[in-house]
C-alpha cells in the first residue's frame, strides 16, 4: 500500500516548546540533512521523495497512514501512523525514501550513521537501510531507534555498526546506500512516530 503524503496534512499535535533544545545540533557533530520536512509534498532535501509502504504488498493487514503534520510553530513534521498487525505474516509499516540519485547509489562512507529528531507512541520504530547487498524485498539492514518513555521530541545518533543484516550475511556497506526507511515493525501494536529531522552524521573535527 502506497500513500500520498502530498495529499495528506493532518490536525497538529500540540508542540512542547521546552523540549526544542533537545533537537538543536551538538556542536561536536557535523551533520549532512537528509529531510526537515517542510516542503510538505513529498520531495526531501535529499532530491528524491517519500513513500509509504505496509505488509499489505505481501498479503498482511497492517493499516498505515502517513501525513505531514503541522506543528505550534507551523514547522512541519512526518508522522507515520495505524495499527500494525502480526496476521497474515505480517507486521510493518514504513516511509522509505530513495538515496539513489541518477542511477548512483549514495556513498555516506565518511559519515558515521544516522541522525533522527523523533517523537513517538510506544512501540517497536526502526531506520532501515537498503544497500547493494540488499537485492531482495526481504533483505535490509535494522537499527532500533533508542526512545525513551517521553512522549517530548528526542535526537538520537545511530551508528552504522549497530544495524544488522535481515537475510544477508554481509556487513553493512555505507558506501552504497539505496534507501532509507523509518519503520514500525515487528510486534502488534497502534504505531504513531513523528520525525522532524534526519541525516547522516559524524563527530566534528
Known amino acids: 500500500m502506497v500513500t500520498n503524503i502530498a495529499r495528506k496534512v493532518?490536525?497538529?499535535?500540540?508542540?512542547a516548546m521546552a523540549a526544542w533544545p533537545s533537537l538543536q545540533a551538538d556542536s561536536g557533530v557535523d551533520r549532512l540533512l537528509i529531510d526537515d520536512f517542510q516542503s510538505g509534498d513529498g520531495q526531501a532535501v535529499f532530491g528524491t521523495s517519500w513513500s509509504g509502504f505496509s505488509d499489505r504488498v505481501m498479503g498482511g493487514r497492517s493499516e498505515i497512514?502517513?501525513?505531514?503534520?503541522?506543528?505550534?510553530?507551523?514547522?512541519?513534521?512526518?508522522?507515520?501512523?495505524g495499527p500494525v498487525r502480526l496476521e497474515n505474516n505480517g507486521g510493518f509499516i514504513q516511509a522509505r525514501l530513495p538515496l539513489e540519485?541518477?542511477?548512483?547509489r549514495f556513498d555516506a562512507s565518511d559519515w558515521t550513521g544516522i541522525q533522527i529528531s523523533v517523537r513517538a507512541a510506544?512501540?517497536?520504530y526502526y531506520i532501515h537501510l537498503?544497500?547493494?547487498?540488499t537485492?531482495?524485498?526481504?533483505?535490509?539492514?535494522?537499527?532500533?531507534i533508542p526512545l525513551d518513555d517521553s512522549d517530548s521530541w528526542q535526537t538520537h545518533n545511530i551508528p552504522f555498526d549497530t544495524f544488522t543484516?535481515?537475510?544477508?550475511?554481509?556487513?553493512?556497506?555505507?558506501s552504497s546506500l539505496k534507501s532509507i526507511a523509518v519503520v514500525a515493525y515487528g510486534e502488534a501494536f497502534n504505531a504513531d512516530i513523528e520525525?522532524?529531522?534526519?541525516?547522516?552524521?559524524?563527530?566534528?573535527?
Open 10 to 15: 493532518g490536525l497538529a499535535f500540540i508542540l
Open 65 to 81: 497512514n502517513l501525513a505531514y503534520q503541522r506543528l505550534e510553530d507551523n514547522r512541519l513534521s512526518l508522522r507515520l501512523s
Open 101 to 104: 540519485r541518477d542511477g548512483e
Open 122 to 124: 510506544p512501540g517497536a
Open 130 to 133: 537498503r544497500s547493494r547487498a
Open 135 to 144: 537485492w531482495l524485498p526481504w533483505q535490509y539492514y535494522a537499527a532500533p
Open 165 to 174: 543484516g535481515e537475510s544477508t550475511r554481509r556487513a553493512l556497506d555505507a
Open 195 to 205: 520525525v522532524i529531522e534526519l541525516s547522516f552524521y559524524r563527530l566534528a573535527d
